[in-house]
Each structure stands twice: as structure tokens, then as C-alpha cells.
């Protein structure tokens, strides 16, 4: 396993469980830091449809806002109603894409970033 600090695994299982419990598919974590100099950690997972994104996104930042660890952004509810099928929750050192089947197949970040080691949690 890559290293990664303890309290970081503790985020990566608790935005693991919170995508289990909203029924998402083909969740997988990558560790990016020997693959680029500005990325770390990225979650992917997918959603089957923009509702579903959002409600994960909600509750993922539900946890993750009060670490403070969120870049500076809009509020979920700020966000533009309209369907993009990617909802990107940037926390630093985790990156979460939230990706519908065709945003997913369409930009492949699985294949764009194989380089990457995965993280088995």
C-alpha cells in the first residue's frame, strides 16, 4: 500500500462507506503522488444518475467541510442545476470525482491516470 498517513485512511474509508451507502459502482482510489508533482489522491466512483451524484456530493461534504480541508469553492446548492454528470469535491490532498457511466467512459481518468497505484482499502 502507498503510504498515506492514518488520518488520511480514515477519510478515504469514511468517503468509501458514504458512496457505498448511496449505491455507487466501480469505486476505486488512486494514489497519484509518484505519477504527478500536484495531484495525491484521487476517489472515483459512479453514479447512475446527476440526483444520485449530488446526494453523494452532499454527504461526502457534510463530513469532509468541518476538517476544513475543502479549497475554497461554492456550496453544492450554489452549483448550476444543470446536468454535467461530473461533480468534482476537491479537498486538498482528495480529490473525489463523482462521474455518471458516459462521463465516465468518456473521459477515462482510470485510463488517463494507469500509472497511478491503487489504494486498497
Known amino acids: 500500500m502507498p503510504n498515506i498517513s492514518s488520518e488520511t485512511l480514515e477519510h478515504l474509508k469514511k468517503i468509501k462507506q458514504t458512496l457505498i451507502d448511496k449505491k455507487c459502482e466501480n469505486i476505486q482510489f488512486l494514489d497519484l503522488k509518484d505519477v504527478n508533482s500536484y495531484l495525491s489522491l484521487f476517489v472515483i466512483a459512479t453514479v447512475k444518475t446527476e440526483t444520485q451524484g449530488r446526494s453523494c456530493a452532499k454527504d461526502i461534504d457534510k ?36 462521474m455518471t457511466d458516459e462521463m465516465r467512459n468518456y473521459y477515462s481518468l482510470d485510463r488517463l491516470w494507469g500509472d497511478a497505484s491503487p489504494i486498497t482499502l
Do not use: F, S
Open 63 to 98: 463530513y469532509m467541510k468541518p476538517l476544513k480541508l475543502a479549497v475554497k469553492r461554492q456550496n453544492l446548492t450554489d452549483l448550476p442545476k444543470d446536468a454535467t454528470g461530473w461533480i468534482l469535491l476537491d479537498y486538498g490532498e482528495i480529490c473525489v470525482h463523482i
